[in-house]
């Protein structure tokens, strides 16, 4: 079992940039595939970005962030993050933090097994 938590959310203007960070408990993190979902009032829970378990060297981006979003993880610190660039409004919405237990990266939210509480991102216009 592994606890998520989320941090770095926060308001910022758009075409700004914010990075967040997930902390993962337990010593079996690098096991997990990773990702990154967010959800806006009214709208389905969306997959942003994932990363692949061991070196995470495969990624996955959702079309409408790729080449603005960056996914990484550091196993060593049992942490993942989320470098966000060139914001735009309608990305405000609360972003997640999942894990799962399976090897290969799913765009579904019912494909991950654990959750973070999640922390509010706000794009100014």
């Known amino acids: 079992q592994v606890q998520l938590v989320e941090s770095g959310g926060g308001l910022v203007q758009a075409g700004g940039s914010l990075r967040l960070s997930c902390a993962a408990s337990?010593?079996?993190?690098?096991?997990?595939?990773m990702g990154w979902f967010r959800q806006a009032p009214g709208k389905e829970r969306e997959i942003v970005a994932a990363?692949?378990?061991?070196?995470?060297?495969?990624?996955y981006y959702a079309d409408s962030v790729k080449g603005r979003f960056t996914i990484s993880r550091d196993n060593t610190k049992n942490t993942m993050t989320l470098q966000m660039n060139s914001l735009k409004p309608e990305e405000t919405a609360v972003y997640y933090c999942?894990?799962?237990?399976?090897?290969?990266?799913?765009?579904?939210?019912?494909?991950?097994?654990?959750w973070g509480q999640g922390t509010q991102v706000t794009v100014s216009s």
């Open positions: 999942a894990a799962r237990s399976g090897a290969t990266i799913t765009t579904t939210a019912n494909g991950y097994d654990y």
């Open positions: 337990g010593r079996t993190f690098f096991s997990y595939t």
């Open positions: 990363i692949g378990r061991w070196s995470g060297t495969s990624t």
